[in-house]
C-alpha cells in the first residue's frame, strides 16, 4: 500500500476508535450546552463534583461493582483452574459435549436464560441480593475462566509436579511452589478479563439484582434516561477506567496470542 | 545406606489388561550404582515409576532397607528421581531450584543457602546459582537437575536416561560426574536406561528387564561372557549361536567339536561365543573358515566366516585382517574360556 | 485414584454450577413457554405462546429487525476488521498507538460506547450541530435520524465500532501463527500481491474470521443493553421486546416473552454449533 494512503487509513481508523469518547468527554466538564453551539458556553467541574460526592452515590456504586467483579473473579478461577486442569490436560469421552456445555451461557445471548434464572433466583431468595448477582455473573465469566485455564494446562508439562513431589513436596506445597507459578501469568492475564466481563454485565444484573443492586451501568443508564448529559459523561468515563488501568498496566501481555485467548469468547 | 527389594511387583495400565510389569522381583544391593535396563515396552520406566511413587502397584511391594514404601505418597520415600529432561522450575533460579527439596522439608534459609553452594561447586556450576535455568546449557541444566536430587541425600536416587538427552561430547564428562558423586555419596543409585553401552560403561550391577521380567541381574560383564538366555546375548551384540549336544566335556555342533573348560553335565545345549572372542590363527579347538565376506566397522573389522558351512562373525582389530580377502581359507580358533554354553531352560 | 475420577472431580464444580445455573435457566424457560406454570394453574403444557408470538407482526418485525441488526453489524465489521488487520500487520510510523486503541476498545463496557455513538450521531448530536455550523440545517429535526431510527443505524454504527478491534485482534493473533513465507511462496510462483491475498492468506485467515463473525453475530443478535439506548421505540430490537413483554404488568404476556427466549436461545445453539464446527474443522489456526 501506498505509504500516504496508508497513513490515511490509520489516521481514519484511529480516529474512528477515538471519536465515542470525545462527546462523553466534553460532556462531563461541560456548563450549558446546547443545540447548535459546537463548543459548551462555559466549562465546569460540577458534573465531576457531583458524581463524586457522597450523596449521589455513584462511589458506592463503583465500590459494589468493584467488589461483584472481584467476588465473581475469585470464584470463577476457584472453579475454573481444575475444570481447566481436566480440559487441558486430559482427553476423556465426552470432552466435546462438556467444552459445548462451558461454551454454551457464553455465546448464548444473556436473555436466552435470564428469565429462566430470575424464576431460579426468585425461588431461592436471591433476587435482589448482591450474592445473587454474583452468582448470575458467574455464568458468562465461568465459561471463560475455564477455557483460558484449559489452554493454559495443555501447555503445563506435569512433569515439574512428578519432580516436586519426587523432592519431598506435599501435594500442597506442589501447587503453591510450582504449579501456581507457572500458571501464573494465565491465571492473570483470565483474571482481569474475568473481571471486566463481570464489570460490564447489564441485564444479568438488572434482573437479578431487582433494582436493589445498583451497578455502575445500571447508575449510568438512568442518568443517560434522564438526559443529564454532563453526569452521563463523568460516569461513563469512571466507568472506563479500571479498563483503561488494567491495559496500561497488562498491555505488554495483551499481545499476540494471549490477545486471541482473551477474544475468543466476548466480542 | 539402604537396599532395595522389589518383590513380585505386578502392575497393568487400567483398560489395557496387559500387566506392564510381572512378578517383578529384584534386589538393588546397598550403595551399588545399578542400571535397570531394557527395550522399550519392557516395563522398565513403569518399574521407576513404581518406586518413585508415581504408579501404584497392583501387587507384590517395594522396600527401602526393612521399610515398606509402596503404599507412601512420593513426597515421604526417600526416593529422589532425576527426570529425562532436567524440569528445572522456570520461575526459580539455579540456586532456588538446587535448594527447593530442603525448603519443602522447612529448613531455615542460611542453611539451605550454605548446603547449596557447597553443592553448586560438587557439581561444578560455581557462580551459577543466581541465574535463571533457561541461562544454562543443557549439560548444566543436567547437573542442577542431579544435584537437585543429591542434596536431599534420599535413600535412592533415580536417575531416568541421565545421558540421552546430551551432545556425545558431554555424555563422558556427566558419566564421570555421576559416577564420582555416586561414590563420595554411597547413594543406592538406579539408572533407567535403553542404551545397552550406557549401562555397561555406567554402572556397578545392571539388571536387564524383558518383557516386564527380570531376565539377567549381574555385573555388566557376565552379560557378555554368561548370558542367562540367547534373547539377553542378542541384546548385549551376540550373533554366533550353535546347537548341539555336550558329552563328557566336548560339545558336538555343526562346526565339529569343542573342548569346554568347564563341567557341563551331557544334555542337548546351545553354546554361544562372542564375536570379538574368535581368535585367528592356531590355538585350542582350532577350524578351518572361509571369508564370507568383510566390513569396515571403524574402529573394528566384521568377518563372515563359514564353518562347515555354518556362518559364524568374528570382530578383530583392523589391522590384524587387514590381507584377508573375500574367499580366503584361514585358521580360526574358539577358545574353550569363551565358549559359554546357555543354561538350559527347566524342563 | 484413576484418571477417570480425577477428571470428574475436577470438572465437577464447573459442572454443578453451569448444569445448575445454565440448563435449569434454560429449561425453566422452555416450560414456561410452552405455558407449563403450576403456580399459576397452567398445568397442561401447549404451543399458544409460539401461535401468538409468530402471528404477532410486531414480533415479526422485531425478529427481521435483529436479524438485520446482527447481519449488517457483523457484515461490515468482519469487513473493516480484515483491511485493518492487513493494515496492523505492517509497519508505520503510529502503529504502536493503534495497537493501543484497538485493545482499549476491547475493555470498554458496550452501554458506554452506545451513549457515545448516540451523543455523537443523534439529532442534536455533535455531527448535527457540525452540519448546523456548516449551513446544512436549520434545526435538529433537519438532520437524518441515526439513532432511535427505523433502520437501526446507530447500533450498527455501534457494534461496528465495538467489534471492529475484536475481530481484528483475533486476526492479527492469526496472522501472527502463519508465516510471510507462504505469501512469498505464491508470489514466487507467480502470483500477483492480490492473488496472493485471495488465493493463500484469506483462506488460511477464513476460520478465524468465521469464528469471530459468529461470535458478533450472536452478541449483536440478543444484546439487550445497546438498542435499549439506541433503538427506536418500534421497531424494537427482540430482547428488548422481549424484556418488556417478561416485565410487563399483564402477566399474562410472559409465556410469549419466554417463547422469545426459546426463540434467541435457539437461534444461539445454532451459532454455538457453527462456531465448534468452524474450530474443528479449521485447523490450529482458529482462536
Known amino acids: 500500500m501506498h505509504p500516504r494512503l496508508r497513513l490515511l487509513a490509520a489516521l481514519a481508523l484511529a480516529g474512528w476508535l477515538v471519536l465515542p469518547f470525545l462527546p462523553l468527554a466534553v460532556w462531563s466538564v461541560a456548563h450549558g450546552w446546547r443545540f447548535p453551539d459546537l463548543w459548551p458556553r462555559a466549562l465546569s467541574g460540577k458534573a465531576w463534583g457531583y458524581a463524586l460526592s457522597d450523596t449521589a452515590g455513584v462511589l458506592d456504586s463503583f465500590a459494589l461493582t468493584v467488589f461483584i467483579a472481584l467476588s465473581t473473579t475469585v470464584l470463577a478461577a476457584l472453579v475454573g483452574i481444575p475444570a481447566g486442569r481436566a480440559l487441558g490436560l486430559y482427553r476423556f469421552r465426552g470432552k466435546g459435549l462438556v467444552t459445548a456445555l462451558l461454551l454454551a451461557p457464553a455465546i448464548l445471548p444473556g436473555l436466552a436464560i435470564v428469565f429462566g434464572l430470575h424464576g431460579i433466583f426468585l425461588r431461592l431468595g436471591l433476587v435482589g441480593t448482591t450474592g445473587g448477582v454474583i452468582l448470575a455473573h458467574l455464568i458468562p465469566v465461568l465459561p471463560y475462566m475455564t477455557l483460558v485455564m484449559a489452554a493454559v494446562f495443555s501447555a503445563f508439562d506435569t512433569g515439574y509436579e512428578d519432580q516436586a513431589r519426587s523432592l519431598g513436596a506435599s501435594p500442597a506445597q506442589v501447587f503453591r511452589h510450582v504449579t501456581l507459578p507457572a500458571i501464573l501469568p494465565g491465571l492473570l492475564a483470565g483474571a482481569l478479563f474475568a473481571f471486566l466481563i463481570s464489570w460490564s454485565q447489564y441485564l444479568l444484573t438488572l434482573a437479578i439484582g431487582g433494582g436493589r443492586v445498583q451497578t455502575l451501568p445500571l447508575v449510568l443508564y438512568s442518568f443517560a434516561a434522564s438526559g443529564r448529559n454532563d453526569i452521563t459523561g463523568a460516569i461513563a468515563l469512571l466507568y472506563i477506567l479500571p479498563g483503561l488501568l488494567i491495559l496500561v498496566v497488562t498491555s505488554r501481555w495483551i499481545t499476540g496470542r494471549s490477545a486471541a485467548v482473551v477474544g475468543t469468547l466476548r466480542p | ?347 | 485414584m484413576t484418571d477417570r475420577h480425577r477428571i470428574l472431580l475436577l470438572l465437577a464444580p464447573a459442572l454443578v454450577i453451569l448444569g445448575g445455573l445454565f440448563i435449569t435457566g434454560l429449561g425453566l424457560t422452555l416450560l414456561r413457554s410452552l405455558r407449563y406454570f403450576p403456580g399459576l394453574g397452567l398445568t397442561d403444557p401447549d404451543l399458544s405462546a409460539y401461535r401468538a408470538i409468530l402471528t404477532s407482526p410486531g414480533f415479526l418485525k422485531s425478529l427481521g429487525l435483529s436479524l438485520w441488526i446482527a447481519s449488517a453489524s457483523t457484515l461490515i465489521a468482519a469487513g473493516l476488521a480484515l483491511a485493518a488487520a492487513l493494515l496492523l500487520r505492517q509497519t508505520f510510523p503510529g502503529r504502536a498507538v493503534i495497537s493501543f486503541l484497538v485493545q482499549l476498545n476491547l475493555t470498554i463496557p458496550h452501554i458506554v460506547g452506545a451513549i457515545g455513538i448516540l451523543y455523537l450521531f443523534s439529532q442534536s448530536g455533535s455531527f448535527a450541530r457540525l452540519a448546523h455550523a456548516a449551513g446544512l440545517i436549520a434545526a435538529p429535526g433537519d438532520f437524518p435520524a441515526l439513532t432511535q431510527d427505523p433502520y437501526a443505524i446507530g447500533i450498527i454504527l455501534l457494534y461496528v465500532w465495538k467489534e471492529l478491534p475484536f475481530i481484528t485482534l483475533i486476526l492479527l493473533a492469526n496472522l501472527q501463527s502463519i508465516s510471510a513465507d507462504h505469501e512469498s511462496v505464491a508470489r514466487s510462483l507467480g502470483a500477483t500481491r492480490w492473488q496472493a491475498f485471495r488465493h493463500v492468506l484469506l483462506p488460511m485467515l477464513m476460520p478465524g474470521l468465521a469464528a469471530a463473525s459468529a461470535l458478533v453475530f450472536a452478541f449483536a443478535f440478543g444484546a439487550y443493553e445497546v438498542p435499549l439506548i439506541l433503538g427506536a421505540s418500534a421497531p424494537k430490537a427482540l430482547p428488548v421486546l422481549a424484556w418488556q413483554s417478561y416485565t410487563d404488568t399483564d402477566l399474562s404476556t410472559r409465556p410469549e416473552a419466554m417463547a422469545m427466549a426459546v426463540l434467541i436461545a435457539l437461534f444461539g445453539l445454532l451459532l454455538l454449533f457453527l462456531y465448534m464446527r468452524i474450530l474443528r474443522s479449521g485447523g490450529r489456526d482458529a482462536p
Open chain 2, 1 to 347: 545406606m539402604t537396599t532395595l527389594t522389589l518383590q513380585a511387583l505386578e502392575m497393568s495400565y487400567p483398560g489395557t489388561g496387559v500387566a506392564a510389569v510381572k512378578g517383578l522381583d529384584l534386589v538393588v544391593e546397598s550403595g551399588t550404582l545399578t542400571a535397570l535396563l531394557g527395550p522399550s515396552g519392557s516395563g522398565k520406566t513403569t518399574t521407576m515409576k513404581l518406586i518413585a511413587g508415581l504408579l501404584r502397584a497392583d501387587r507384590g511391594d517395594i522396600r527401602l532397607g526393612e521399610r515398606s514404601i509402596r503404599d507412601l505418597p512420593p513426597e515421604r520415600r526417600g526416593v529422589a528421581m532425576v527426570f529425562q529432561s532436567p524440569l528445572l522450575f522456570p520461575h526459580l533460579t539455579v540456586a532456588g531450584n538446587i535448594g527447593f527439596g530442603l525448603r519443602m522439608r522447612g529448613l531455615a534459609p542460611d542453611d539451605i543457602a550454605h548446603r547449596v553452594q557447597s553443592m553448586l561447586s560438587r557439581v561444578r556450576l560455581d557462580g551459577f546459582g543466581p541465574r535463571r535455568p533457561a541461562a544454562l546449557s543443557g549439560g548444566q541444566q543436567q547437573r542442577a537437575a542431579l544435584a537437585r536430587a543429591l542434596i536431599l541425600a534420599p535413600d535412592l536416587l533415580l536417575l531416568d536416561e541421565p545421558l540421552s538427552g546430551l551432545d556425545p561430547s558431554l555424555r563422558d564428562e556427566m558419566r564421570g560426574l555421576i559416577r564420582e558423586l555416586q561414590r563420595e555419596t554411597g547413594i543406592t543409585t538406579l539408572v533407567v536406561t535403553h542404551d545397552q553401552a550406557e549401562a555397561v560403561t555406567l554402572s556397578d550391577r545392571i539388571a536387564l528387564l524383558l518383557d516386564g521380567r527380570l531376565a539377567q541381574h549381574g555385573p555388566p560383564e557376565d552379560f557378555y561372557r554368561r548370558p542367562a538366555s540367547g534373547t539377553v546375548a542378542r541384546f548385549f551384540g551376540g550373533v554366533n549361536f550353535l546347537s548341539g549336544q555336550v558329552r563328557a566335556g566336548v560339545f558336538h555342533g555343526p562346526i565339529g567339536p569343542l573342548q569346554l573348560s568347564e563341567h557341563v553335565p551331557d544334555g542337548d545345549g546351545t553354546l554361544t561365543i562372542r564375536p570379538e572372542a574368535l581368535r585367528l590363527g592356531p590355538g585350542p579347538n582350532a577350524h578351518m573358515a572361509k571369508v564370507a565376506g568383510l566390513t569396515f566397522l571403524g574402529t573394528q573389522t566384521r568377518v563372515d566366516l563359514l564353518i562347515a558351512g555354518t556362518a559364524l562373525q568374528m570382530l578383530a582389530a583392523p589391522d590384524q585382517v587387514a590381507g584377508l580377502r573375500a574367499g580366503a581359507e584361514i585358521l580360526v580358533s574358539l577358545p574353550p574360556d569363551a565358549l559359554w554354553l546357555l543354561p538350559r531352560p527347566p524342563a
